[in-house]
């Protein structure tokens, strides 16, 4: 079993940053990718980035070379660093971990971004 728990969301400008962080605990050595998801109001929940266990990174056309998603070794935080926000990146932000057996959803952390 893996948990996960985000962290970092709130409010800012337009043009602002922020870093989301999501901690795991649980079966963590496994794991083949952590990604981020958002979910705005009214919307499905989309995919944003992907980091591979095994090396390289995904993005969504909509945040590439704006956001940036990272992870030093299986005891650290999954990041997202999430520069020149935008309104459309309001949403709850999601981490999610996949491998053998595991397709976890951490709970979420609210990013609204002001005009």
């Known amino acids: 079993q893996v948990q996960l728990v985000e962290s970092g969301g709130g409010l800012v400008q337009a043009g602002g940053s922020l870093r989301l962080s999501c901690t795991a605990s649980g079966s963590i050595y496994n794991l083949d990718a952590m990604g981020w998801y958002r979910q705005a109001p009214g919307k499905q929940r989309e995919w944003v980035a992907t980091?591979?266990?095994?090396?390289?990174?995904k993005y969504a056309d909509s945040v590439k070379g704006r956001f940036t998603i990272s992870r030093d070794g299986a005891r650290d935080p999954l990041l997202l660093q999430m520069n020149s926000l935008k309104p459309e990146d309001t949403a709850v932000y999601y981490c999610?971990?996949?491998?053998?057996?595991?397709?976890?959803w951490g709970k979420g952390t609210l990013v609204t971004v002001s005009s």
């Open positions: 980091i591979f266990t095994r090396g390289g990174t």
């Open positions: 999610k971990a996949r491998g053998p057996g595991v397709s976890t």
